[in-house]
């Protein structure tokens, strides 16, 4: 079964340092991989997705990620955080099967907090 | 487009009551789905559509019922609420049915309180 696991439920870094928030995932076939952010009171809005072709993927907001097969990770990064940034963000993977879409099992999420 | 849209934005319950989430989409999408998003679990999926009279299972279906009888409209149940199904409620939408490389568009939830 597909599973996905993210470091840290919380992660905390200043204004203009690195932010880094890491997500694994077990899938038995070549999984396509999302990254999505959740803004308080707020739905969910895609950052980025890895499906096929470049492994290292950029999204809106200045953030990618790097699809590592060997290591099952895709973990999210942006070189320098600003305070817009505080937000939920949600690593989830899914499999396609013929007829069912897009079946996202998602992580635990990780709240990031950006101190001035 | 309005894109996915949710009512309400919250609810109250008392245990036994019964009640309808609404979840709309104006963007054609065959996919639809429903999702609950509980602290320190993140977000499973309940039920799914991929297409007007077509539903499906998903993680965590018991005490939920859901129908499609249109493409832009995807409903979903409580017959009698417990209070473990307190929890923040999204609908979700994609264009394709069978690819799951697909974007999912979700709605801005309904917060559900069971008493």
């Known amino acids: 079964a597909q599973s996905v696991t993210q470091l840290g439920s919380h992660v905390s870094v200043s204004e203009g340092a690195l932010v880094l928030l890491r997500c694994n995932y077990s899938s038995s076939v070549p999984p396509y991989l999302f990254w999505y952010v959740q803004y308080p009171n707020q739905g969910l809005q895609l950052l980025l997705k890895?499906?096929?072709?470049?492994?290292l993927v950029k999204g809106i907001n200045g953030f990618e990620a790097e699809f590592k097969k060997s290591e099952t990770s895709f973990h999210l990064t942006k070189p320098s955080a600003h305070m817009s940034d505080a937000a939920e963000y949600f690593c989830?993977?899914?499999?396609?099967?013929?007829?069912?879409?897009?079946?996202?099992?998602f992580g635990q999420g990780t709240e990031l907090s950006v101190k001035p | 487009n309005a894109g996915v849209t949710q009512t309400p934005k919250f609810q109250v319950l008392k245990t036994g009551q019964s009640m309808t989430l609404q979840c709309a989409q104006d963007m054609n999408h065959e996919y639809m789905s429903w999702y609950r998003q509980d602290p320190g679990m993140g977000l499973r999926l309940i039920h799914y559509?991929?297409?007007?009279?077509?539903?499906d299972q998903g993680e965590v279906p018991n005490g939920y019922n859901v129908s499609r009888s249109t493409t832009e409209d995807f409903p979903l149940r409580l017959l009698s609420a417990a209070p473990s199904q307190t929890s923040v409620y999204f609908c979700?939408?994609?264009?394709?049915?069978?690819?799951?490389?697909?974007?999912?568009?979700f709605g801005p939830g309904t917060r559900l309180l069971v008493l």
């Open positions: 979700a939408s994609s264009y394709s049915k069978t690819s799951g490389s697909e974007t999912q568009y």
């Open positions: 559509s991929v297409g007007a009279g077509i539903t």
């Open positions: 890895y499906t096929t072709g470049a492994t």
């Open positions: 989830a993977v899914s499999e396609e099967f013929h007829n069912q879409g897009g079946k996202l099992i």
